[in-house]
């Protein structure tokens, strides 16, 4: 898998459980888990891959002992808001003591820490047999949302932005990678694992309707024939197969220069195929996801053709903010920045407006039953 250049072939699991214990007495474990996922969350050119998954592994161990210091009975939101003060002095101290060129980037520390979140939300409703998505009103909660967020939240709890019932369906989006085969003709070897290895045996196996495809963003030619490949070999399959319907999303991995570059994608994808271009529901974090550091990159005009939504640079309530400022119109939550943090961004997204969308980082096992709650519960 290819993460904004740099190609993915392995990945740890952090995974983590959590005893907790009610003032009666009771006890349950919560778990989580979560892949690394070092290359997308700390892609760096002073930082070798394999020193920020060692950081990132000991920030995850770490942030389990500031857990066991946790000094009061509490609900799962107050307790991560307080542990999670501490990341940033965290972030510094375990590259500084591994010798690295720099501190930890708090996405980083984020998807480090997810796991602990995840189980602190899970040991919270088992112990009180209760889900934990159901665990989330005055009832449970100490502080309203206005703690975490600012005063027009003042009075509200996450249950008025969260659903008491799953979704019984969601569509699935399928990652079309840039190094994936779309046709026989694109593999030189098969490696004959009983799954599907092109794109039509994938929409066929699968009943395919919600495809993501990753791209450059600085080969405009190769992102633009990419996304009409991917239309060509796409429309043949669903045709056969009698699908009228299905949807891309666009994801550069934020190596656009600028919104230029992506409305020039735009109108070749519009000029070359206007099915395909109708197709796009959402364009995802084409440039930097240092907002602060490019407060030049302004994205409105590109908005104005389709949602344009905030990814690695979703990091806390301001970058949100800043984003809507910069013209993003939507924000992909993701269970591997926290549980924590994605209800409670969640509710500040809808309270703006802005167009959501729940994604994982290639999550295996109880990392991908997580994510997937974490969609099931959000409306929209």
Not at 52 to 61: L, S, T
Not at 154 to 159: A, H, R, V
Not at 294 to 307: D, R
Request: aromatic share 8%; proline share 5%.
């Amino acid at each position: 898998m290819k993460f904004g250049g740099r190609v993915v072939s392995k990945s740890f699991l952090i995974n983590v459980e959590v005893v907790v214990e009610t003032k009666s007495g009771k006890h349950a474990t919560g778990l989580g888990s979560m892949p690394v996922g070092n290359v997308w969350a700390w892609p760096s050119d002073k930082v070798s891959p394999d020193d920020a998954e060692k950081a990132m592994m000991d920030f995850g161990e770490q942030a389990c002992d500031l857990a066991m210091l946790f000094p009061d009975y509490s609900d799962p939101i107050d307790i991560v808001y307080h542990i999670s003060g501490e990341y940033a002095h965290l972030g510094k101290i375990i590259p500084q003591e591994l010798k690295l060129a720099e501190s930890m980037p708090e996405l980083a520390e984020l998807v480090a820490a997810s796991p602990l979140d995840a189980a602190i939300h899970d040991g919270f409703g088992r112990v009180n047999q209760i889900n934990s998505y159901n665990a989330l009103s005055k009832q449970f909660i100490h502080e309203d949302l206005s703690t975490y967020l600012d005063d027009q939240f003042k009075g509200e709890y996450l249950d008025q932005y969260t659903l008491r019932e799953p979704k019984a369906r969601m569509p699935l989006y399928h990652l079309v990678g840039a190094l994936d085969p779309l046709t026989a003709a694109d593999i030189t070897k098969r490696i004959n694992d009983k799954l599907p290895e092109t794109l039509p045996e994938w929409i066929n196996y699968n009943g395919l309707t919600h495809l993501k495809i990753k791209l450059n963003g600085d080969d405009l030619d190769w992102d633009v024939n990419r996304v009409l490949a991917v239309e060509q070999v796409t429309a043949e399959t669903q045709a056969k197969r009698g699908c009228t319907e299905w949807v891309y999303s666009t994801d550069f991995n934020e190596k656009c220069q600028d919104a230029a570059y992506v409305l020039e994608f735009l109108a070749r994808i519009k000029a070359g195929s206007p099915a395909a271009y109708d197709r796009i529901q959402y364009i995802e974090q084409p440039t930097s996801r240092h907002l602060k550091a490019h407060p030049e990159l302004k994205l409105h005009e590109v908005a104005k053709q389709k949602p344009v939504v905030l990814d690695e640079g979703l990091v806390d309530y301001e970058s949100l903010l800043l984003a809507r400022e910069m013209g993003y119109t939507g924000v992909a939550l993701k269970a591997c920045k926290g549980q924590t943090d994605s209800l409670i961004l969640a509710a500040a997204a809808q309270k703006l407006g802005l167009f959501l969308c729940v994604q994982d980082l290639s999550c295996p096992g109880y990392s991908f039953l997580h994510s997937a709650s974490l969609s099931a519960r959000i409306p929209g």
